[in-house]
């Protein structure tokens, strides 16, 4: 065990406690925040009531992983030999000890991530069952769900676990979870959109060349999927689908029912969707053109119809964000060295010049500037995978590596049920004094 991921988490784990102990044993009566009307009503946006040190996201800068930026996570965690982007295995390893992995480290991760990666029959057969108009996010979060069966808390719960060793069958039933879900993903699309045609994993890849492996998809695919599994693995403790996963496992749900909710809340379209909703908008914008780049002036006319028929700018905006999403500008630099002559970038980049003005003149977003989602489907376009209806599967996998980090963290720091306090309308009115 000395040596493994597991045997420092387990160190930090112990360092951690005290601090923990401390803040909520002597400290635990001192304001952190204030509650305001709009926010109770707003979607609790900005009251600072979750805690995690996994990610922070500052509204200016952008996320965060364990302090480190993307570029210098990108920079610093090790890389397959001759790739552009690093293990995303590494990537788990920073996420929960807050340390880079070396060599030795990281590849002792993904052995570990190889030994688990097999999927159970019963997962393709429940699969298989759905029809083939279903959308892949309820394929994927099922496919997940059913899992739960293989769950190491859940049996060992039942046995007696002890609350401070929670964290242990947890990290097992993570690693387990992770490891296979690039193969059920891709039996996913395959099923969906290859008519089941089915590529064997290879326990020789990390998880990022493994994925386009079995997505049949050749260089740079793997460091696409790599990339894109990185920048979408975590941001923060408060998004949809973070907080899903967090709050569904505060009432020790295992990791299956809870990142099977948790990709349930990715699947909206103000979240995770958007993604699927931007490269469907420029479809349409398109067709209109027959193929052909608009004009700026034409582009802005296409903007400002949307918004004027009620519907949102889909990849534009942010709850938490006040400037250009770090995850955007990475992907637009891998896309301009990559595929500066795709049509497709041509129409997102002119997005990113003629949507900002335009939400500021409209004046209702706080935030104008372009999300991880306006530039994702882009890149998997260019790369084959057109069918849309997939991407946020994609966002899925990456998002699932940060929730588990933060699910086992959760555990061993022993947060406990999630239960915050409603209040009724009359209450609100009562509070404020227009109502006796
Ligand atoms: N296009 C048009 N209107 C927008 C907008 C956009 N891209 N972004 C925000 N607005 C509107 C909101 O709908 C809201 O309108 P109402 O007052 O009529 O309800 C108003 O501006 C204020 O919203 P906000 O405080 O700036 O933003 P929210 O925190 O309420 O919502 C988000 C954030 C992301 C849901 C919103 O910006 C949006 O709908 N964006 C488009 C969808 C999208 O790209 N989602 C992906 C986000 C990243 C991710 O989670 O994956």
Redesign the pocket.
């Known amino acids: 065990m000395r040596g493994t991921l597991k045997y420092k988490l387990s160190k930090k784990i112990k360092e951690h406690r005290p601090r923990t102990k401390r803040l909520l044993k002597e400290f635990g009566d001192v304001q952190v925040d204030s509650v305001t009307v709009s926010q109770v009503l707003g ?1 609790m ?1 900005g009251i600072k009531s979750l805690v995690t040190d996994i990610s922070y996201l500052d509204p200016e800068e952008g996320i965060r992983y364990r302090g480190f930026t993307l570029q210098e996570v990108i920079d610093h965690l090790p890389k397959p030999k001759g790739a552009e982007m690093p293990f995303v295995e590494g990537l788990f390893y920073l996420l929960l000890t807050g340390d880079f992995p070396n060599e030795e480290e990281v590849m002792q991760v993904v052995e570990q991530f190889n030994k688990r990666r097999i999927v159970p029959r019963y997962v393709y057969d429940v699969i298989d069952s759905f029809p083939t108009s279903s959308h892949p996010m309820a394929i994927f979060s099922t496919a997940i769900l059913t899992l739960n069966r293989e769950s190491e808390f859940n049996r060992e719960y039942q046995a007696g676990l002890k609350k401070k060793d929670y964290w242990e069958p947890t990290y097992e039933d993570a690693l387990n979870l992770l490891a296979k879900l690039p193969e059920i993903a891709a039996y996913i699309y395959n099923k969906l959109y290859r008519k089941g045609e089915k590529i064997q994993s290879n326990p020789n890849l990390d998880m990022g060349a493994d994925f386009a492996n079995m997505m049949g998809i050749d260089k740079p695919y793997d460091d696409v999927s790599r990339l894109h599994f990185i920048i979408h693995s975590d941001h923060e403790s408060g ?2 689908s973070a907080h899903t996963g967090h709050l569904v496992a505060s009432s020790l749900s295992d990791i299956y029912l809870s990142i099977s909710a948790m990709i349930n809340g990715l699947a909206g ?4 969707l ?2 699927q ?1 931007v490269l469907r908008w420029l479809q349409a914008v398109m067709e209109k053109m027959d193929n052909k780049l608009p004009t700026e002036e034409e582009m802005q006319k296409f903007v400002w119809d949307t ?1 004027n028929s009620g ?9 938490v964000l006040r400037k250009t999403d770090p995850r955007y500008m990475l992907q637009r630099e891998f896309s301009k060295k990559h595929l500066p002559d795709d049509p497709i970038f041509k129409y997102a980049d002119l997005l990113y010049k003629v949507v900002p003005p335009i ?1 500021q003149e ?1 004046g ?4 104008p500037w372009p ?4 530039q994702s489907g882009v890149i998997q376009w260019h790369y084959g995978v057109t069918e849309y209806d997939f991407y946020t599967v994609l ?1 899925g996998i990456g998002r699932a590596i940060g929730i588990c980090a933060n699910i086992i963290w959760d555990r061993a720091l022993g947060y406990p049920l999630e239960r915050p306090k409603s209040v009724t309308t009359d209450m609100l009115e009562k509070m404020v004094g227009i109502k006796d």
């Not at 379209?269 to 995770?272: D, F, N, Q, V």
């Not at 519907?311 to 709850?319: C, L, N, S």
């Not at 999300?371 to 306006?374: R, T, Y």
């Open positions: 979607g946006r998004n949809v379209p103000l979240h995770g958007a993604n909703e918004l519907q949102v700018i889909p990849g534009f905006g942010h709850a939400l409209h209702k977003a706080k935030n999300n991880v989602d306006a966002f």
